[in-house]
């Protein structure tokens, strides 16, 4: 099993930035890719980006490209989610999770789940 824990959510106001990190521990493997999706109160769970484990490519949804980052430490087992440019529409939880695949961007081609840690962009 691989365990995955959220943090560095917040309240923040339109155009700011902030910072999720994703530990992941347990039976961790090096290939694959991490991913974070979000979602909102009443809407589907949406991709937002992904990295591949070993070679370090990223891919993101367009609506949030050019705004988020997401980069990886793999000594420390943990993926972080730069997010600038901050919009109320990226209010959402945002949570991380693990696969096996490649390039996968559907919910269901994820294995493992975070919790979520909620981020809030006021007007």
């Known amino acids: 099993q691989v365990q995955l824990v959220e943090s560095g959510g917040g309240l923040v106001q339109a155009g700011g930035s902030l910072r999720l990190s994703c530990a992941a521990s347990?039976?961790?493997?090096?290939?694959?890719?991490m991913g974070w999706f979000r979602q909102a109160p009443g809407k589907e769970r949406e991709f937002v980006g992904a990295?591949?484990?070993?070679?370090?490519?990223?891919y993101y949804s367009d609506s949030v490209k050019g705004r988020f980052t997401i980069s990886k430490d793999n000594a420390k087992n943990t993926i972080y989610l730069q997010m600038n440019s901050l919009k109320p529409e990226d209010t959402a939880v945002y949570i991380c999770?693990?696969?096996?695949?490649?390039?996968?961007?559907?919910?269901?081609?994820?294995?493992?789940w975070g919790q979520g840690t909620q981020v809030t962009v006021s007007s």
């Open positions: 999770a693990a696969s096996k695949l490649t390039v996968p961007s559907r919910p269901n081609e994820y294995d493992y």
């Open positions: 347990g039976r961790t493997f090096s290939s694959g890719t």
């Open positions: 990295i591949n484990r070993s070679r370090g490519y990223t």
